[in-house]
């Protein structure tokens, strides 16, 4: 009977794909014997407690345990009072070691403390502004401290007390001359690396900028100041040492515009201190400078 043209053809099977050859489990090779080791806790647990302090890097505090430890149990103190004492030690001794690398890095020169400083020497001077630069609030609130004088009342003795105390408080601390500095700039300049040596610049937490005012500028060298001065206005803080009022920063960088633009970004929200008085130094006056003086 023929077919009807409507009828589905039929349908085919799936193919089956052969099964995969089974493989052969591999045989069960035994492993070696690990040789039995302290762990890391045994070895902690089998450390004598000054080498503990040792292993954690707190040198001072091992070397002054026993010695605290037999103080103790002659004074009858309690356990937590000795480790009371020794942690506290070990801190002072790491304060002291981590601001004498700040001092050293800062290249401040010469060191200076406030103590040494004879404030009745001056004729006249804010000893309150001072004392409040000294608190490092300036530095804390991103401002600056500008101390103005004739040379040899001890501007650089003040500014690098100041910068030293930054250092022992853990910020970050330079001092440099001005001449020095914008040479520095010069010659990024020339290497084209001038951007690398202003981020540089502008990093510090505290910078002091020494001896301004004892040599001038070219344009080229204040427009420079001027880029430091700027990329760290109200986002670092600077100290600035100079013989000179603002009135005469013209005839220093050869330019109203430039002598403004950075004295305005000095003082503002910042500390002016003003000394007037003769120079402490032999064979100098109150009204004198030269490049060499450090003010």
Not at 91 to 103: F, G, I, P, S
Request: charged letters at 20%; a positive charge; hydrophobic letters at 40%.
């Amino acid at each position: 009977m023929p077919s009807s043209p409507n009828a589905s053809p039929p349908s085919k099977s799936p193919r089956r794909r052969p099964p995969s050859p089974t493989l052969p489990t591999p045989p069960k090779i035994p492993l070696p014997e690990v040789p039995t080791s302290p762990t890391t806790s045994d070895l902690a647990a089998a450390l004598a407690l000054a080498d503990v302090l040792r292993a954690l890097g707190l040198e001072h505090a091992a070397a002054i345990l026993d010695a605290a430890l037999q103080k103790a149990i002659a004074r009858n103190d309690s356990p937590s009072s000795v480790i009371d004492h020794v942690m506290r030690d070990q801190l002072r001794v790491h304060l002291e070691e981590r601001a004498r690398t700040a001092v050293k890095r800062s290249a401040i020169f010469p060191i200076a403390t406030l103590d040494t400083y004879d404030f009745k020497r001056p004729t006249s001077i804010d000893r309150d502004l001072v004392e409040r630069a000294a608190t490092l609030d300036f530095v804390r609130e991103r401002t600056n401290v500008v101390f103005v004088g004739p040379s040899g009342v001890g501007k650089t003795h003040l500014a690098n007390a100041i910068g030293y105390l930054a250092c022992v408080a853990g910020y970050r601390v330079r001092f440099a001359l001005a001449a020095d500095l914008v040479n520095d700039l010069v010659g990024a300049q020339a290497r084209n690396t001038l951007n690398k040596r202003l981020v540089a610049w502008a990093a510090y937490d505290l910078l002091l900028i020494d001896e301004l005012g004892y040599l001038s500028f070219d344009s080229r060298g204040a427009d420079l100041l001027y880029q430091v001065i700027n990329k760290r206005y109200l986002r670092a803080s600077t100290i600035v040492t100079t013989n000179l009022a603002f009135k005469d920063w013209g005839t220093l960088f050869h330019g109203a515009a430039a002598a403004t633009a950075i004295a305005d970004r000095l003082v503002h929200k910042g500390l002016l201190v003003r000394i007037v008085g003769d120079s402490v130094r032999p064979g100098t006056n109150g009204g004198s400078g030269n490049s060499t003086d450090p003010a």
